[in-house]
């Protein structure tokens, strides 16, 4: 499948220093987004490793495919989405043991969320509140489930969503990568098809900015680096209260029709 | 007169009086009560007199002042709370003091946006269990999942009955869909259900599925007992214990 993609991070309006990370592996097609806590830029550190740990490990060879090395994976995940899984891990493990050996860096975490596309197979991956999300028909659909207390209680029925919204709660995390030497990584996957747009982004975002604008404004602007300026741009209208970062891709249309049909047959001759 | 006692785990470490001046907590050894834990702020948190109320107030320390679960700023102490500094607990001792009435003058502080914080297990359990104390709609009870699953009445699809367990469950001709459809001219995808938090979410596909015979304009939330109806598949929505 081919894709499109970019992504945009900005300090806010109010903060002053910007501890969100993301990255972008165009040849795997790996996305990858992070949002730090912890005082004095130990965020920024925090997510930082995050995202450089599980860029590393989904670019190394795949020797260890299908294998778990922590949490408990369904049996019917593929190799792809159980390689991430374990990339995140990793990730957690290796800020729990940075801010052990570093006393001033304690209390250091991040957010994670991660969408790794094999063909037309998308594997995502997720910690905390920062979302993903995937735009088909017009319509956005949720990819992940923020790991926030108020979120938490909207799904036990004791919040309306637009409670939670209003809560002065909702920075309070139940799970974030560092906290804890094991973690629970919650992996989903599901088909891509042309034209659908997947979107991840930090909570300085979906705080700031309502889904159907986000879905408007992924549907007027096909480029995708435009696409997330925009977004970047009116959370900060907005008040930019936070770090906000957004990353877009694009899946592109299928070439139709016999003349792909020759060129897949000529393409195999290779 | 009221005491404080700084525990760590089980052991007393230290125990003070409360006169009239404030009884100081932190991380310096020149508070009244000396906490030494990294996680502690040099000047922590005070507790005092104010109108014959005992007061906590945090001293915008780094990670926070909890009097039994709660963060709090300032909080009016009571017999038998304790303040949880980092990993050490001080216990309120207020017997010899006229009674105060609870639930006066204290009020959970919300962290402000630029502190995310993560609960650790039993905090969050704590909270979970106060909030669903207090929520009214409140369904829920632990041990009690609900399970939404789509049992099919009629259709060429290849199961009876669906788990919806997946972010998005795609009903579709597509080999990668949950409900797999089958038969000529199908489409790959013709319609999606969406799990989110308040519910799951039924959106168009490449065709546009019935709910209780009404076509869908956008996302509708299913409720239990819903009949949904795409290429000729009838499905009811149910959820399951």
Known sequence: MEIVSGGVTDVGRVRTNNEDSFRILEPLNLFILSDGMGGEAHGEVASALAVETIADYCAQPKEDSGVTLAGV?????????KRLQNAVSQANFRIYDSAQK??????MGATLTAAWVNGSKLSVAHVGDSRAYLLRNGALQQLTSDHSLVAEQVRRGILTPQQAEESEMQSVLLRALGAHPEVQVDVDETELFPHDVLLLCSDGLTRMVTEPEIAGTLQAETNPVSAAQKLVDLANERGGL??????VARVQDESKGWLSWMRRGSAKKD | MAKLSLMFEDKLVKQVPIGARPVTIGRSPDNDLPVDNLAVSTYHARVYYEAGRLVVEDLESLNGTFVNDLRVERATLHDGDSIWIGKHHIKVDATADTAIPLDTGRKAVAPKINETMVLDTKARRDMLQQAAATG?????SPGRIRMATLVVLNGNVNQKEYLLTNKLTVIGKSPMATVRLRGW???????QINQRDDGYYLGTGDKVPTVNGAPIAGPVRLNDGDLIEVCGVRMNFIFRE
């Open chain 2, 185 to 191: 001219f199908k489409p790959k995808m013709a319609a």
């Open chain 1, 102 to 107: 570093n006393p001033e860096q304690r209390g």
């Open chain 1, 242 to 247: 936070d770090n906000v970062t957004v990353i």
């Open chain 2, 136 to 140: 009214e709609r409140s369904q829920f």
């Open chain 1, 73 to 81: 994976a369904p049996d019917n995940w593929s190799a792809d989405t």
